[in-house]
């Protein structure tokens, strides 16, 4: 069974940082793309970052490209979102999905529960 | 970035209704679309992908259709499971980009 699962979230002041982590279980992990995908309150789904299996392809939503890196661990089965000069817009729960095509842009048939970052001083 | 382009917003309908929700891109995506079902303090759950194949363990009252720019999700026999907020998705390439959503309550 595919389970992932965010830790990270939480409270941070404007202009602060906050790591977010997805720990991934029942497939291959580093055959495929992992993005991370967040929802502010009450609105709609905004994808934020993707990181091919390898690692070696990644790319950024502008809305945060330049505050945030997105890494991956495969010997952890783990990918992180590290953010940086956090934003009141930025408040909203992050999810990590799975990609299901391998090679190439693709939906997402696995979500996580969700992390929550608040931003707020 | 291409703009995905949802409608209704909101859609009020009767359990046994039929329903549709109509989800338009900036530009042509082929048929790389994907729609999801979404419930309150819930994860997206993926229904339907390349614009018309229905995802394994969904119920086939789902089905989709389109190709280029204009695509449709249609329930044909709306259950009271079926309230929730529908999500179509581009992946023709990056940014991948999402419809502002349509949340189907009950009339």
């Known amino acids: 069974e595919v389970q992932l699962l965010e830790s990270g979230g939480g409270l941070v002041q404007p202009g602060g940082s906050l790591r977010l982590s997805c720990t991934a279980s029942?497939?291959?992990?580093?055959?495929?793309?992992m993005s991370w995908v967040r929802q502010a309150p009450g609105k709609g789904l905004e994808w934020v970052s993707v990181?091919?299996?390898?690692?070696?392809?990644?790319y950024y939503a502008d809305s945060v490209k330049g505050r945030s890196t997105i890494s991956r661990d495969n010997s952890k089965n783990t990918v992180y979102l590290q953010m940086n000069s956090l934003r009141a817009e930025d408040m909203a729960v992050y999810y990590c999905?799975?990609?299901?095509?391998?090679?190439?842009?693709?939906?997402?048939?696995?979500w996580g529960q969700g992390t929550l970052v608040t931003v707020s001083s | 970035d291409i703009q995905m382009t949802q409608s209704p917003s909101t859609l009020s309908a009767s359990v046994g209704d039929r329903v549709s929700i109509t989800c338009r891109a900036s530009q042509s995506i082929s048929s790389w679309l994907a729609w999801y079902q979404q419930k309150p303090g819930k994860a997206p759950k993926l229904l339907i992908y390349k614009a018309s194949s229905l995802e394994s363990g969904v119920p086939s009252r789902f089905s989709g259709s389109g190709s280029g720019t204009e695509f449709t999700l249609t329930i044909s026999s709306l259950q009271p499971d079926d309230f929730a907020t529908y999500y179509c998705?581009?992946?023709?390439?990056?940014?991948?980009?999402f419809g502002g959503g349509t949340k189907v309550e009950i009339k």
């Open positions: 029942g497939f291959t992990f580093s055959s495929y793309a």
């Open positions: 990181i091919s299996g390898s690692g070696g392809t990644i």
């Open positions: 999905a799975k990609e299901r095509i391998i090679l190439g842009a693709s939906h997402f048939d696995y």
């Open positions: 998705q581009q992946y023709n390439s990056y940014s991948l980009t």
